[in-house]
């Protein structure tokens, strides 16, 4: 999101806001009016003294409005029902003001209810936001690496104590407290204008529920979704139109069992039945890769989506040229399938007959 349109949409939902501050205090506003209205008139028409012939309309809206505010500019007047108003107008004033700054402050106070109206506000005035409904330890994570992709996010969480909470609107997250199963609330974040939405709550009916919800609202946004059921993640795949459905334990289960082996894997993911590795690798004096080209790695087996000079002040080149050659003290990021990664771990690190592939270039 570029600066102008984030200025534009803040300058909308700072104009709506406001308008529904005026929306809150509609009820005193008016009852002053019609109390302003009513004294000007009386005093228009019984207010006048001898000698000094009526007051006109604006003299006596001026002597109204004052009354209202506790201040009598005028002596009173002779006429019963001018004496009446006179006497009851200030009485009314100090209970429709007190409403008026009681029904303020309670809206201050009450900083939940100003964080929903808030937070629909805003997401009324947005397009390609992301709604994230769980703000957990995974759907905080998801949520920190959204932010960080610059993407506007909204997140319902059900637990008001969550330490989630405060931490995600700090990093600029606008969290409504709720249960993401009602559809009004899902509505209010204004889902027909969402880039996506993320169900992570750590229960797999209210998942479903919410996911099933959100495509009544809309049937092409993309949803995904958290399960722990693999089974269940694969039937709602296939047959509820969820397009990503991930199972938190599969998932995690490759990225356990693999660094395992190694402590140079640092990430999994899955291409069909085949789970990948991602090792972070120095090379070492000698080895196979010493030397040895990007595309010299990549026949062997291995793909190297990253690499660093031995430097200090040394980056990261991405992707990495095939014609790069590694040598001792680079770091490489390579992905090779989990059955080979010892193989690999060996060719990077430990003495042995180089990968040839002729190519020019060093990193």
Not at 106 to 111: A, D, E, P, S
Not at 155 to 171: C, G, K, M, T, Y
Not at 348 to 361: E, F, S, V
């Amino acid at each position: 999101m570029n600066a102008r349109s984030a200025l534009i949409r803040r300058i909308k939902g700072e104009a709506l806001y406001f308008g529904w501050a005026l929306r809150t205090l509609s009820r005193p506003l008016t009852g002053m009016l019609l109390v302003c209205t009513l004294g000007a008139v009386v005093h228009h028409e019984f207010g006048g003294h001898p000698g000094r012939g009526d007051p006109s309309w604006s003299e006596s809206f001026f002597v109204s409005y004052c009354l209202l505010f506790l201040e009598h500019l005028e002596p009173t007047p002779e006429h019963p029902l001018a004496q009446l108003v006179h006497y009851l107008q200030p009485l009314v004033g100090v209970f429709l003001v007190s409403e008026g700054i009681l029904r303020l402050g309670m809206g201050l106070i009450n900083r939940e209810q100003n964080a929903r109206v808030w937070s629909r506000i805003m997401a009324s005035v947005s397009e390609g936001h992301v709604v994230v409904c769980g703000l957990g330890s995974v759907g905080f994570r998801v949520t920190e690496e959204l932010v960080a992709m610059g993407l506007a996010v909204f997140a319902i969480e059900s637990d008001p104590n969550s330490p989630f909470v405060e931490r995600a609107r700090q990093l600029g997250v606008f969290v409504v407290i709720g249960d993401a199963r009602t559809d009004e609330l899902l509505r209010s974040l204004n889902i027909s204008a969402a880039r996506a939405v993320i169900v992570a709550t750590d229960n797999d009916l209210a998942n479903l529920e919410i996911a099933l919800d959100t495509r009544e609202i809309r049937q092409d946004v993309p949803i995904v979704m958290r399960l722990f059921d693999q089974r269940l993640a694969d039937k709602v795949k296939s047959s509820l139109g969820i397009q990503v459905s991930f199972s938190t334990s599969r998932l995690a289960a490759p990225l356990f069992a693999t660094a395992a082996l190694h402590r140079s894997v640092i990430g999994t993911h899955r291409v069909g039945a085949q789970v990948l590795a991602t090792l972070e690798l120095e090379v070492g004096d000698g080895a196979a890769f010493d030397g040895a080209s990007v595309a010299a790695v990549s026949a062997a087996g291995g793909t190297i989506v990253a690499s660093r000079g031995a430097g200090p002040a040394s980056s990261w080149s991405i992707p990495a040229p095939p014609e790069q050659r590694l040598h001792k003290g680079c770091t490489v990021h390579l992905v090779v399938p989990t059955g080979r990664v010892d193989e690999f771990v060996r060719l990077a690190t430990q003495p042995g007959p180089r990968l040839r592939i002729p190519q020019a270039g060093t990193v």
